[in-house]
C-alpha cells in the first residue's frame, strides 16, 4: 500500500471500515508513517455545493502534482445507498487518474462510530503518501464537528438565501471555521451572508488571533478555486510562523484519545453481555420493573472485577 | 416537582442538564414515574419553521386541555447564546400557561453528551406528569437520530426548495420518519416535494407496515396543524392496534442502555487519569513518539486491575 497500489489502498480502508480482524493492528503499523499529508476537512449544509467545491480543489492540487485522498461523509440509507451511487459517479470521473482516491463513507451505523471510522481512514491515506487528505462531511451537527477536528485547516461552505435560520446555522459552526467559503456567489445574497459573518467576527476574536477569511467560489465553473488554495496556505503559513501546529495537534489528540478510549471501552462493556442478555434487560426497563440508571451503573461496576 | 411546582421542574432539568452532584439519584427516585407522557421528536434541516410549528402543535394541545413540556435542542455559540435568546423569547408569549414549558438546550459540550441530557431532560418532563413532551431538533446528523430515537413518533419537517441536495437530506431520514410534515406548503414546489417522498416511499417497505402520511402544513397560519396532530394520533393508535408500543421501545432501550454504559464507561476512564497525564500523553502521539491505538488498548485493559 505505502509504494502507492491503490487496490491495496482500498482493501486497507475497508479493513478499517469494517473494523475487521487485523484493522487495529494494520492501524498501529501506519501510525508511524502518518503526519505527513495535510488534511483539510469542508462542511456545510446539504445544497451548499461541497463535492463540486473538493472535487474543483482537487484538480488545483493535481495540476500541482500533489496527490490527493478524498473522504466524503454522506448521509446515506438502505433506500437510495447514497453514497455508494455518489462514489461512482465521482470515481468515473477520475478514474484514470491515481493520483485521486475518492472513498465515500455512509453515516450507517451509530454511537458515534463515523468520527473514529473517519480518522481511521484518514490514518490510512495519509500513511499511503497521500500529500492532501480532504474530509468532506454534510450537515452542521456535533458528528461534523468530530469529523472536522481531524483537519489541520477546516473551510466552511455557505451558500445565500438559506433561509430565515442562516444565523443559526452560522453561529454553531463559527469556531471551527478557519476559512469561510460563500458558493454560489454569484446568486443573491451573497454579500448579505458575508456580512453576517464579518459581525459575528466582530462579536469575538479567535484565541488564536486568525481572523478566517471569506472567500467567495463559484465552484460549478471554478471561480475562486485558486484564491481558496492561496487562503488554505496561508493559514498553514500561519500556523507554523506562530508555533500553533504542535498546540493544535495535542488538543486535537486529547479529545480523540477519549473519543477512541469511550470507544474501547464500549466494546469491553458490550463484550460482557450477549444480545440476549441486553435485550432482557431492555425489556425489563420498557416494563418499568428496573431503572436503566441504576442498572448501567450496576454494569459499569461490575467491570472492576 | 410532581405536584406541578414549575420552579422545581426548572431546577430538576437544570441539575440533571449540568449532571450536578445528586442528579443521578434523582433520575433514578423519577424513573418509576415515567412512561405516561407522549414523546414525539420533530426534525428537519434549519429554515424548516420547527419552532412555529412546534408552537402551534402546543397551542392545538393546550386547546385540549393537554399539559406541554418543549424541549428545544438549538445549535448554539459564546458568540450569540442561540438557544438562550430563542428561549426567551418564546417564553414570554407562553409565559402566562404554566401548561407550557419550554426548554431550549445548546449543543456545547461534546463526546455525544446532548442525546444523553435530551433523554434525561424528557425522562424529568415525563415524571412531572407532563402529558406530552415534544424534542425538537436541528439538523440531520446522528445526533438527531439519537435524539428522536428516544420518541414514541417521529414528525420530520421538510420544506420545498431546499435546493439540490434534497434527495440527500430525505435519505438520511427517511428511516426515522413517522409522519412527514411538508411546511411552508403554500411555496412553490411543495407537490415536487411530495412527489419525492412518495418515490423513495415506493422503493422500501417498514418492517412495522406503517405507511408515513404526508401532511401540507403552513405553521405561520396554523394551516394543517389539525391533521398533523390527527396523523400523530393515528399511529400512536397504530402501534397499540398492532402490539408495536412495547417492541419499540424495547429497542429504544436497547441503544440506549449501550450509549448510558459508553457514557458511564467513560467517565470512569476519564476520571483515570488528570488533565495533566491526558495532555502528556496527546504529546506524545503528536510528536510520532507512541501510537494512539496501543496506548487506548493500554489504559482500556488497566481498567481491569
Redesign the interface.
Known sequence: MRSGDVRALARAISSVENRSPGS?DL??AL??H??KARVIGLTG?????KSTLVDQLARFYRKHRRSVGIIAV???????G?AILGDRIRMQEHFSDPGIYIRSMA?RG???G?ARTTADVSTVLDASGRDLVMIET?????????IVRLAQVTVVIL?PG????????K??I??IADIFVINKSDRDGAEHVEREIRT?QS??TRLDGWTPPIIKTVATSGQGITELAAAIADYESYLHSENLV?NK??????????????????D???ARFSDGH??R???E????KR???????E??NA??Q
Do not use: C
Not at 138 to 146: N, S
Not at 251 to 266: G, I, P, S, T, V
Not at 285 to 288: G, L, R, S
Open positions: 487495529s492501524l498501529k501510525f508511524p502518518t503526519g449544509a446539504p445544497g451548499a455545493g454522506d448521509p446515506t440509507s438502505p433506500y437510495t447514497g453515516t451509530s454511537l458515534g463515523l454534510v450537515g452542521v451537527g456535533q458528528d461534523e464537528i468530530d451558500v438559506m433561509g430565515d435560520d442562516v444565523q443559526t446555522i453561529a454553531g463559527m469556531e459575528l462579536l469575538a504542535f495537534s495535542v488538543e486535537n489528540w486529547q479529545e480523540r484519545l477519549l473519543e477512541m478510549l469511550r470507544d474501547a471501552m464500549l469491553k462493556a458490550r441486553l435485550k434487560m431492555a425489556a426497563v420498557a416494563e418499568h431503572d436503566p440508571y441504576s442498572l448501567v451503573e454494569i459499569a467491570g472492576k
